[in-house]
């Protein structure tokens, strides 16, 4: 078993990546711009220049800053209170402390969004480096927010899983040496995720169950 464990937020840990893709979908709308289904693709697992860019290949007029600041205002307003959890994050977490591998997030969403909904899960004390999309210059699939993650576990990126929704997270994770294990969400694993992820399982549940059988 590797000494770390890397785990990406929106759509792993919580089925939040859900309320980003409404989002995009109704501000499309509220900017006047038609939306455009496979920008939702694009854009998923994306963080800071990357996002930017992917918005700007889509959506050339509109004011980009402002198009993500409201998408990040209006997931933080549904995260507030309560937040879904994806099925198997407790049992997984707590199987990684009690074989003492170090936990770090590694998302592209903000800091604050970050605590915060750790927080409202009440998972916050299990992770022992944070590293969200403002400390990094490249988004994923750059492998920077992993290399950076690994780096505050106090770790080789060698040394550390990868756990992934998105194919940029899954490409981002092998990129950086981790072994990249994707959970799909809204994305479907292509032959080349396979070809390069450590495993994809349905579940945190299933994934658990290779890790107890030594299969990852």
Not at 125 to 148: A, M, N, T
Not at 186 to 205: D, F, K, M
Request: proline share 3%; with cysteine.
């Amino acid at each position: 078993m590797k000494k770390g464990a890397i785990f990406d937020m929106d759509g792993l840990l919580f089925d939040t990546e859900k309320y980003y893709q409404e989002s995009w979908v109704t501000l499309a709308g509220e900017f006047g711009v038609e939306h455009k289904p496979e920008f939702l693709k694009a854009v998923s697992g994306t963080s800071k220049e990357s996002m930017f860019e992917v918005i700007r290949s889509f959506y050339p007029t509109i004011d980009v800053q402002e198009f993500v600041r409201r998408c990040l205002e209006m997931v933080e307003k549904r995260t507030q209170v309560s937040i879904d959890e994806k099925p198997g994050l407790h049992e997984i977490l707590t199987f990684f402390r009690e074989n003492g591998v170090r936990m770090a997030i590694g998302s592209s969403s903000t800091r604050a969004v970050i605590e915060n909904n750790l927080r409202t899960a009440g998972i916050t004390d299990y992770f022992d480096c944070i590293v969200s999309g403002q400390e990094i210059k490249r988004g994923k699939p750059d492998p920077e927010i992993f290399l950076l993650a690994a780096k505050g576990l106090g770790l080789s990126a060698e040394d550390c899983y990868v756990f992934e929704d998105a194919v940029n997270g899954i490409r981002a994770g092998a990129a950086a040496g981790c072994a990249a294990v994707m959970i799909p969400d809204l994305a479907e694993p292509t032959q080349e995720i396979y070809r390069i992820s450590a495993g994809v399982y349905e579940s945190l549940n299933q994934a658990l169950l290779a890790l107890r059988r030594g299969e990852i």
